[in-house]
């Protein structure tokens, strides 16, 4: 899959933000954990996607710009691009243990977890036909996918996107963040019935930085950065799903 570049107009993220907040949560029963022993648990991750390198003002697709260059965008544009490679070649390594943790605090409650080796292309499981009831069904069929793993329930996690983001002022960059954006459900694989789901706004993740995206010399700093976001967000994720069982740590 081919890197992305993103230069992007804040004003249009926050509309994007806003049209995402019906993506609400789904909390998990408590009754989940007294009700369901020894079921087997599927944990799965859904394929990442490329990193992306946001900067302010328009967008970037494969290394062309969509509008006409201004004055100092061929300089962001070069920088931008370093950072992106290096994103790249990070791929996304610091979410990685979020299976592990799942798996390993499933076991541990008494259910018969268990890893999905391969990732899931979600253009290959078929849409799903049935009821959608105030959006608690998902919108993809994994039944028969569910069944094939021999699983009673599945929990699918996928990083939805993370990168560097940078702002510049004519050509100098005046503040760096990381960005990471993740969620995760879990479904009954009868039904296809999401019994949990963390919300859109509640898997987003920015950290401000002390670093430039304009010094080649603190590419690594910002790489750094972007590794302990994405296991922040992987940590996340775990203790949201395991917080709703009656002896969580408080």
């Known amino acids: 899959m081919k890197p992305r570049l993103f230069i992007v107009m804040l004003p249009l993220v926050a509309v994007f933000l806003g049209a995402c907040a019906s993506f609400e949560p789904v909390p998990l029963d408590p009754q989940f954990w007294q009700q369901q022993k020894e079921k087997k648990v599927a944990v799965a991750l859904m394929a990442y996607p490329p990193a992306e390198t946001i900067v302010n ?3 970037v697709y494969g290394g062309k710009l969509q509008a006409p260059i201004r004055e100092h965008e061929p300089v962001r544009f070069a920088e931008a691009t370093r950072l992106l490679h290096a994103a790249q070649a990070q791929d996304a390594g610091g979410f ?4 592990d943790l799942f798996v390993e605090g499933l076991t541990d409650k008494g259910f018969i977890a268990f890893k999905v080796d391969q990732p899931i292309d979600e253009d290959k499981i078929p849409k799903f ?9 998902e919108n993809r069929d994994y039944r028969e996918f569910g069944r094939d793993l021999a699983a009673d329930y599945l929990i699918l996690i996928e990083l939805v996107s993370y990168g560097p983001a940078c702002h510049y002022i004519d050509i100098n960059s005046d503040y760096t ?7 995760a459900e879990l479904l009954d694989v009868k039904t296809n019935h999401i019994l949990w789901r963390t919300g859109w706004s509640q898997g987003n993740f920015i950290k401000p930085l002390d670093a430039s995206c304009s010094r080649s010399d603190q590419i690594p700093i910002i790489m750094e950065a972007l590794k302990n976001l994405l296991g922040d967000a992987a940590s996340f994720l775990s203790h949201d799903f395991f917080s709703h069982s009656q002896d969580a740590p408080k």
Do not use: F
Not at 96 to 99: A, K, M, N, T, Y
Not at 129 to 137: D, E, F, L, P, R
Not at 177 to 183: F, S
């Open 57 to 59: 003002e328009k967008h």
């Open 96 to 99: 990685s243990p979020v299976q």
């Open 129 to 137: 036909k049935g009821i959608h009831a105030s959006g608690t069904y």
């Open 177 to 183: 963040e990381v960005r990471a954006h993740a969620q």
